[in-house]
């Protein structure tokens, strides 16, 4: 046998990215984020940074704050300490309609689509954003209005295509497995080309077969759009295969960050896994 085809032999079960990834400068800066609710302590002097075009994962056990950790990146949340540095410029009161401006879109941990409307349509909810026609306009379907719709459809059109979802555009969101569900959730997210998308449990709930899709389609983005992902996931396996960096966040204080490989071999963070479910 050639020596390289003993070295396929040797080459363990295929692996997504890990170290193939080239990472910008730093995009995102949260420095010494708190956040509390009432007496709820969710973060505490929370620091980490994100890199253009890397895919950084959060990782935790329930009730770690990875889901606020979020909700303060894109403005829903707004941290009683801190600082968020975007792009080079400190953000000031930035709500959830100016983070999604400035480029920052999101995917939820429980599935937030218009169930009663087509896949079609609730990708183009995505598109709302970048709209500049006026209602009036759109209700008269007025010349200019009717052409920004169509350019509208065709990047819709072209996010079906990519998701691989031409075959269900026109059915309604509520019919389809979960799993289809979480797709259509990530289109309507890609319809606003995002600069950085956060995605919050993309793979929760699917089966293997599903999870590789996801996985693999978090890649594409990635690699074909530019997009730099932060991603909260559950599942180590996921984690290991497809993130550059991890941040490990236990009672919502930061106990690691590092990649994935140091992460997996760090003590407190396998003692704060203790007890939940991984692969
Ligand atoms: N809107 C809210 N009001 C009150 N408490 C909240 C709210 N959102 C999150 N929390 C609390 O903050 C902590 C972190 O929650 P969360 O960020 O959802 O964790 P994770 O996503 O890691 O499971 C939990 O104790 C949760 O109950
Ligand atoms: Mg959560």
Partial sequence: MTEEAQMQMN???????????????????????????????????????????EIRAIIGPNGAGKSSMLNVINGVYRPQQGQIVYRGE????????????????RTFQNIALFKGMTVLDNIMTGRNLKMKSNFLMQALYWGPARREEIAHRIKAEEII?????????????????????????????????PEILLLDEPMAGMNVEEKQDMCRFILDVNDQFGTTIVLIEHD???????????????YGKKIGDATPDEVRNNRDVINAYLGVECQ
Avoid at 90 to 105: F, L, Y
């Fill in 11 to 53: 080459e363990p079960e295929a692996h997504f990215g890990v170290g193939r990834r080239k990472t910008g400068p730093v995009i995102l800066d949260l420095k010494n984020i708190s956040l509390s609710f009432g007496g709820v302590k969710a973060l505490t002097d929370i620091s980490f940074d994100v890199r253009q075009h």
């Fill in 90 to 105: 400190v953000r000031k009161n930035m709500d959830c309609h100016a983070a999604a401006k400035s480029g920052i879109a």
């Fill in 161 to 193: 295509d990519f998701l691989e979802i031409q075959a269900i555009r026109k059915t309604p969101v509520g019919r389809l497995p979960y799993g289809l569900q979480k797709r259509v959730e990530l289109g309507r997210a890609l319809a606003a080309e």
């Fill in 236 to 250: 180590m396996g996921v984690v290991m295969d497809i993130s550059d960096r991890v941040v490990v966040l236990d």
